[in-house]
Protein backbone atom coordinates (compact mmCIF):
# COMPACT_ATOMS: atom_id res chain seq x y z
CA UNK A 1 0.00 0.00 0.00
CA UNK A 2 3.00 2.44 0.66
CA UNK A 3 4.19 2.13 -2.49
CA UNK A 4 0.61 2.98 -4.40
CA UNK A 5 0.57 5.88 -1.79
CA UNK A 6 4.43 6.72 -2.73
CA UNK A 7 3.12 6.82 -6.52
CA UNK A 8 -0.41 8.95 -5.75
CA UNK A 9 2.01 11.37 -4.37
CA UNK A 10 4.15 11.34 -7.26
CA UNK A 11 1.91 11.86 -9.55
CA UNK A 12 -0.18 14.91 -7.38
CA UNK A 13 -2.94 12.35 -6.99
CA UNK A 14 -4.62 13.80 -4.28
CA UNK A 15 -6.61 10.89 -2.38
CA UNK A 16 -10.15 11.06 0.00
CA UNK A 17 -11.97 8.78 1.78
CA UNK A 18 -16.13 8.47 1.21
CA UNK A 19 -18.80 6.72 2.06
CA UNK A 20 -19.77 4.90 -1.48
CA UNK A 21 -22.87 3.50 -2.21
CA UNK A 22 -22.34 -0.10 -3.34
CA UNK A 23 -21.32 -1.35 -5.79
CA UNK A 24 -18.98 2.29 -6.05
CA UNK A 25 -16.00 1.32 -4.29
CA UNK A 26 -13.04 3.71 -5.85
CA UNK A 27 -13.46 6.42 -8.25
CA UNK A 28 -11.14 8.19 -10.40
CA UNK A 29 -11.66 12.22 -10.85
CA UNK A 30 -9.32 14.09 -13.11
CA UNK A 31 -10.90 17.94 -14.21
CA UNK A 32 -9.34 19.95 -16.35
CA UNK A 33 -6.44 22.50 -14.45
CA UNK A 34 -7.64 20.49 -11.50
CA UNK A 35 -5.14 17.98 -9.64
CA UNK A 36 -6.19 14.14 -10.02
CA UNK A 37 -8.24 12.60 -7.43
CA UNK A 38 -9.05 9.15 -6.33
CA UNK A 39 -11.82 8.36 -4.32
CA UNK A 40 -12.23 5.00 -2.16
CA UNK A 41 -14.71 4.27 -0.28
CA UNK A 42 -14.48 4.23 3.63
CA UNK A 43 -15.84 0.48 3.86
CA UNK A 44 -11.94 -0.38 2.39
CA UNK A 45 -9.91 -0.08 5.14
CA UNK A 46 -10.99 -3.63 6.68
CA UNK A 47 -10.79 -5.09 3.46
CA UNK A 48 -6.77 -5.18 2.38
CA UNK A 49 -6.70 -7.01 -1.03
CA UNK A 50 -9.90 -5.57 -2.09
CA UNK A 51 -8.51 -1.90 -1.13
CA UNK A 52 -5.47 -3.40 -2.79
CA UNK A 53 -7.24 -3.89 -5.76
CA UNK A 54 -9.54 -0.93 -5.83
CA UNK A 55 -6.61 1.35 -5.42
CA UNK A 56 -4.11 0.01 -8.30
CA UNK A 57 -7.25 -0.17 -10.22
CA UNK A 58 -7.89 3.57 -10.04
CA UNK A 59 -4.42 4.66 -10.23
CA UNK A 60 -4.06 2.60 -13.86
CA UNK A 61 -6.88 5.21 -14.94
CA UNK A 62 -4.58 7.61 -14.17
CA UNK A 63 -1.94 6.29 -16.30
CA UNK A 64 -3.82 4.86 -19.07
CA UNK A 65 -7.23 7.75 -19.75
CA UNK A 66 -6.49 10.83 -21.70
CA UNK A 67 -7.87 13.43 -19.10
CA UNK A 68 -9.46 15.10 -21.53
CA UNK A 69 -11.95 12.89 -21.87
CA UNK A 70 -12.95 12.12 -18.24
CA UNK A 71 -14.82 14.62 -16.94
CA UNK A 72 -18.08 14.20 -19.78
CA UNK A 73 -21.35 12.75 -19.85
CA UNK A 74 -22.18 9.54 -21.77
CA UNK A 75 -25.21 9.27 -23.88
CA UNK A 76 -24.50 6.62 -26.81
CA UNK A 77 -23.24 3.43 -27.28
CA UNK A 78 -19.54 4.41 -29.03
CA UNK A 79 -19.43 6.47 -25.76
CA UNK A 80 -20.52 3.09 -23.75
CA UNK A 81 -17.83 1.21 -25.64
CA UNK A 82 -15.10 3.82 -24.94
CA UNK A 83 -16.14 3.66 -20.96
CA UNK A 84 -15.68 0.10 -21.39
CA UNK A 85 -12.14 -0.10 -23.06
CA UNK A 86 -11.00 2.48 -20.14
CA UNK A 87 -12.29 0.26 -17.85
CA UNK A 88 -10.44 -2.91 -19.00
CA UNK A 89 -7.09 -0.75 -19.68
CA UNK A 90 -7.22 0.20 -16.08
CA UNK A 91 -7.95 -2.89 -14.33
CA UNK A 92 -4.95 -4.48 -16.66
CA UNK A 93 -2.84 -2.01 -15.50
CA UNK A 94 -3.82 -2.74 -12.07
CA UNK A 95 -3.56 -6.68 -12.77
CA UNK A 96 -0.22 -6.06 -13.95
CA UNK A 97 0.96 -3.71 -11.68
CA UNK A 98 -0.13 -5.70 -8.50
CA UNK A 99 0.95 -9.00 -10.14
CA UNK A 100 3.84 -9.15 -12.12
CA UNK A 101 4.54 -11.71 -14.62
CA UNK A 102 7.80 -13.06 -13.19
CA UNK A 103 6.73 -13.42 -9.59
CA UNK A 104 3.60 -14.98 -10.33
CA UNK A 105 5.60 -17.84 -12.63
CA UNK A 106 7.60 -18.27 -9.47
CA UNK A 107 4.37 -18.72 -7.54
CA UNK A 108 3.29 -21.09 -9.93
CA UNK A 109 6.47 -23.51 -9.78
CA UNK A 110 6.31 -23.06 -6.63
CA UNK A 111 3.04 -24.94 -6.19
CA UNK A 112 0.50 -22.67 -5.33
CA UNK A 113 -1.61 -23.35 -7.89
CA UNK A 114 -5.52 -22.33 -6.63
CA UNK A 115 -7.04 -19.01 -7.05
CA UNK A 116 -7.53 -18.60 -3.82
CA UNK A 117 -3.83 -19.47 -3.20
CA UNK A 118 -2.62 -16.94 -5.29
CA UNK A 119 -5.14 -14.12 -4.61
CA UNK A 120 -3.74 -14.83 -0.59
CA UNK A 121 0.04 -14.58 -1.91
CA UNK A 122 0.08 -11.62 -3.99
CA UNK A 123 -2.78 -10.01 -1.33
CA UNK A 124 -5.82 -9.17 -3.92
CA UNK A 125 -9.17 -10.35 -4.97
CA UNK A 126 -10.26 -13.31 -6.24
CA UNK A 127 -11.81 -11.45 -9.25
CA UNK A 128 -8.33 -9.62 -9.94
CA UNK A 129 -6.32 -12.83 -9.87
CA UNK A 130 -8.37 -14.87 -11.89
CA UNK A 131 -8.34 -11.30 -15.07
CA UNK A 132 -4.65 -11.88 -14.40
CA UNK A 133 -4.21 -15.54 -15.15
CA UNK A 134 -6.09 -15.23 -18.24
CA UNK A 135 -3.86 -11.89 -19.13
CA UNK A 136 -0.47 -14.53 -18.53
Not at 21 to 33: E, S
Not at 61 to 77: G, P, V
Request: with cysteine; net charge neutral; proline share 5%.
Amino acid sequence: MKEMYAIAEREGINIRWWDFAPPLRGLYWAPKDLPPVIALDNALENNTPLLRSIFAEELGHHFTLDRAAICRTYFNYRDRLAVSRAEYRAWKWAAEYLIPKKQLRKALRNGNGTLWDLAELFDVTEEMMEFRLKLA
